[in-house]
């Protein structure tokens, strides 16, 4: 399968007064051509960061990309020059936030914003501009477009809003869209339909999506693989079906029991007990060590190996380990 981008090995930090936060540490993982990847994780593991550093938007200082590479279509993004990375950002990749308002200039109308998106990367004049503008905001799914081309952000509910940043951010036909927490902010119906017209888009357009999401409930209709990351970590991938239905690490089982499923909405959700290391000093170990019901000794003290699972997936615990007793794997 075609790879239009390779996370490899990539550290992210910010250095504060008190000291160094390490947001990520060792972060691993591609992105496929026409696939939703989702990245899933408690607040503050590390998902912006990892973001935004794909866009090359860590704020610096504080913040460093330490070690690592990010390869787009072959091309490391760590070492590309400003100038170059303003081409590539909007237009080869980009990027949608949780709050549209932010994203939204209020003294333009949105038909407006979305030319002027088009006009940052290619030389088009203004009726061209118009033409595409309309056809994007037919694409996600706005009616009366042509009308609402001329009216202002406010003028939209919140689901409708998104939408336009939706087609701000593909109007230049970006080979990989980033989205971090793009429902968050939605109540539970927009929620859904935001969700569906990314599949809709995917489908007619073909682009990479990276979905990234406090809420497992939210990845279970879009996501094709799932990579879990926690304290900075990814420590499981898999397809959907593989960490839905045989997840490994008992983080991400934890995270299964503390969402809310569509097929068992009368079970008990049951929050994971404790809170995620500070990452001045992470530990040596496993990260969740400290919360995991079957920590063993060597957990804390040593980093567990990858383990590959299936072509697709892998996990990061100590209980793979073939020395590992049998009965404890079991367990979980
Ligand atoms: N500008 C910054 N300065 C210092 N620490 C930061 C900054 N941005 C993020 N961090 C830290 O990096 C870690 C990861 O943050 P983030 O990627 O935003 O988490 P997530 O998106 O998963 O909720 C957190 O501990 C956060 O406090
Ligand atoms: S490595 Fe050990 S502490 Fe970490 S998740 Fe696996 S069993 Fe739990
Ligand atoms: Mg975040």
Redesign the pocket.
Known sequence: MEKVLEIKDLHVSFSTYGGDVKAVRGVTFDLHKGETLAIVGESGCGKSVTSQSIMRLIPSPPGKITQGEILFKGRNLTNVSETEMRKIRGADISMIFQDPMTALNPTLSVGEQIIEGIRQHKNIGQAEGRKAALEMMELVGIPSAAVRMKQYPHQFSGGMRQRIVIAMALVCQPEVLIADEPTTALDVTIQAQILELFRDIQEKTGVSIILITHDLGVVAQVADRIAVMYAGKI?ETGSRREIFYNPQ???TRGLLRSVPRLDADDAELLPIDGSPPDLFSPPA??P??AR?E???EV??RVY?NKTRLTSIHQV????QDERAPKKMAARI
Do not use: E
């Not at 990061?316 to 209980?319: E, G, N």
């Open positions: 420590v690490h008992p983080y170990g496993c969740f060590a995991c079957h920590a063993m957990c804390s567990p990061d615990c100590w209980l």
